[in-house]
């Protein structure tokens, strides 16, 4: 999957999209005044990256005088995307005393300003900009007394999903899953966030949680907009739970489903690896595990997995770099000392291999790793297959990689 073009799906998706643009600029020719068109034109421009096209739209609806604040927001959004982040935020903040202000236009401006947080990594600044709005809603019971639910204006797909999000990569891992857990109460928890929370919830290690948000977004994503995929987090929950179950198969076909909406995503490429290690797959399960290092380069567990896989292919230089730099990373895991001192016993370096036995049974006494490498160096294991049994061992128990550190999704763009 290295460096590969888009799917049949998205590609379909973006020809059709620019196609649509063209039709539209076209009507625009006839009738260069319709302010409809040219606000669609506009959007149209924006989703295909066309930022001449998105502009010039841009400057004919502002000089039309009509619907003012509708404009001066798709200025705003145009910014943005471009990655003008302080004259976005200038422009956005312009905006936030306008008053009054139409019906929903206020959460609009407050998630664009929030985005900006996000999308410079300041997703603390993001929370701070979104807490008063999000969990500032009634309890269920309160909200079915009043009878006024159409009056609460609570968060729809793009909030609820920055919201989420962000309290993840800041490890708010609970406060995520009680607010997830209110709103669904409330029958207002978007598909997509149900996605974003399922995550949330491997996390925090409630995979049953985990488990029926994921089938919940993935039953109410059904037959919906094509042109807005759930969010890649729903099929990485999914790839933690099929290694879970030790079904390698249907893991990597999660992962190629989250990898073709963020090929970046490093999480998704540890677990394809995962599987693939299950599967007896090293070339390609080391190729997997080096695209997931590139995304997340401090996760130790991947290293650990990167190490196994060179070690069973019998490259004991690379695998003692791999546990080398799992350990750099942080010298106070078993299973880094475990792994180092199984490539040292078979390298025959008999000292150094018994002291990170001895670290990694002083950590956890239990350690497979650890205990392995010792009857190697006891003499107590001659078979040639225990090796592999012992890595089968270790990885069926092993719980995916969070990375909170993914820097894009394809559904977290400004909104108007």
């Given amino acids: ?22 039709r539209l600029e076209a009507y625009l020719g006839s009738d260069p005044g319709n302010p409809a068109l040219l606000a669609d034109a506009f959007e149209t421009a924006l989703h295909c990256g066309q930022w001449e096209r998105a502009a010039f739209h841009l400057r004919h609806g502002q000089a039309l005088q009509a619907d003012v604040l509708s404009w001066r927001l798709k200025e705003g959004d145009l910014l943005l995307a471009q990655g003008r982040y302080a004259e976005a ?22 998630h664009n300003l929030a985005y900006i947080e ?52 800041t490890n708010e891992l609970q406060r995520a899953c009680d607010w ?27 995979m049953a949680e985990a488990g029926r948000w994921a089938t919940a977004a993935l039953q109410r994503a059904e037959g919906g907009d094509p042109s807005k995929p759930l969010p890649a987090e729903v099929f990485v929950t999914q790839l933690t739970l099929a290694l879970g179950a ?28 995962f599987a693939l290690l299950l599967k007896g797959g090293l070339k390609l399960a080391r190729r997997d595990f080096a695209r997931a290092l590139q995304a997340m380069p401090g996760h130790i567990g991947t290293w650990h997995g990167q190490g196994w896989a060179q070690l069973l292919d019998h ?15 942080d010298r106070n895991f078993a299973e880094s000392h475990g792994g180092m001192a199984v490539v040292l016993a078979i390298a025959k370096q008999e ?15 239990n350690n497979l790793s ?12 001659k078979d040639a297959t225990a090796i592999r049994r012992l890595a089968q061992r270790l990885l069926s128990g092993r719980e995916m990689p969070a990375d909170l550190s993914v820097p894009d999704f394809t559904d977290g763009a400004p909104r108007d």
Wanted: aromatic letters at 6%; a negative charge.
């Fill in 1 to 22: 999957m290295d460096n590969k073009p888009l799917s049949p799906e998205n590609a379909a998706l973006a020809s059709a999209a620019l196609a649509r643009l063209e």
């Fill in 89 to 110: 935020r200038s422009a956005l903040k312009a905006l936030q005393g306008v008053d009054p202000a139409p019906a929903g236009f206020k959460p609009v401006v407050l």
């Fill in 118 to 169: 996000f999308r410079q990594g300041n997703y603390a600044g993001c929370i701070a900009e979104l807490a008063g709005y999000m969990e500032d809603f009634p309890d269920p019971e309160q909200m079915h007394s009043r009878g006024d639910g159409g009056a609460i204006a609570l968060p729809e797909q793009l909030l609820q999903a920055l919201w989420l999000r962000s309290l993840h990569r």
């Fill in 180 to 206: 997830a857990r209110a709103v669904e109460k409330l029958q207002l928890l978007d598909a997509h966030a149900a996605g974003i929370a399922s995550l949330v919830a491997i996390d925090a290690s409630d």
């Fill in 246 to 273: 030790r079904k390698a198969d249907d893991a990597i076909a999660w992962a190629d489903r989250a990898l073709e909406l963020n090929g970046e995503d490093g999480r998704a490429w540890s677990g394809r690896a």
């Fill in 315 to 329: 490259d004991l230089e690379a695998a003692r770099k791999s546990f080398g730099t799992a350990l750099d990373l």
């Fill in 351 to 365: 000292v150094a291999a018994r002291q990170h036995v001895d670290r990694a049974l002083g950590l956890d006494k």
């Fill in 370 to 381: 650890g205990r392995y490498a010792q009857a190697l160096l006891n003499g107590e294991v």
